[in-house]
C-alpha cells in the first residue's frame, strides 16, 4: 500500500521559513515524479513545484529536493508570505513528467497546514 506522509507544517510569521517533508512507503518513487500542491479555504487545488519546475508566485522563494535513499521529497519555503496560508499537499505520479494538473497524480498525501501571519 502507498502512503505519503507530509510533515513540517504550522504557524509563522511573515518573512519566516519552513521545511515541508514527504516520505513516501509502498513504493520507490525513484524513475517517478513527486510534486507539492496547496489549497487555501474556498480556492482550488494548485501546483505548487516540482523538481525543477515552480509556479511564478514561489519563484526564488521556495526549493523542491528528494532524497532517493529515503525515498523522501521536500520543500524548503523561504520568505513566508500570508498568501502562502494553505493546506500543503504532497503527491506523485508515474512518469518523469511533471505535470501542473492535480488529476495527473496517482498519489496523494494527507496534506499539513501552513499558515503565515502578517
Known amino acids: 500500500q502507498v502512503q505519503l506522509v507530509e510533515s513540517g507544517g504550522g504557524l509563522v510569521q511573515a518573512g519566516d521559513s519552513l521545511r515541508l517533508s514527504c516520505a513516501a512507503s509502498g513504493r520507490t518513487f525513484s524513475s517517478d515524479t513527486m510534486a507539492w500542491f496547496r489549497q487555501a479555504p474556498g480556492k482550488e487545488r494548485e501546483f505548487v513545484a516540482g523538481?525543477?519546475v515552480y509556479t511564478d508566485s514561489v519563484k526564488g522563494r521556495f526549493t523542491v529536493s528528494r532524497d532517493y535513499g529515503k525515498n523522501t521529497v521536500y520543500l524548503q519555503m523561504n520568505s513566508l508570505k500570508p498568501e502562502d496560508t494553505a493546506v500543503y499537499y504532497c503527491?506523485?505520479?508515474?512518469?518523469?513528467?511533471?505535470?501542473?494538473?492535480?488529476?495527473?497524480?496517482?498519489?496523494w498525501g494527507q496534506g499539513t497546514q501552513v499558515t503565515v501571519s502578517s
Open positions: 523538481i525543477a
Open positions: 503527491a506523485a505520479k508515474y512518469g518523469i513528467i511533471t505535470s501542473t494538473e492535480p488529476r495527473r497524480y496517482d498519489y
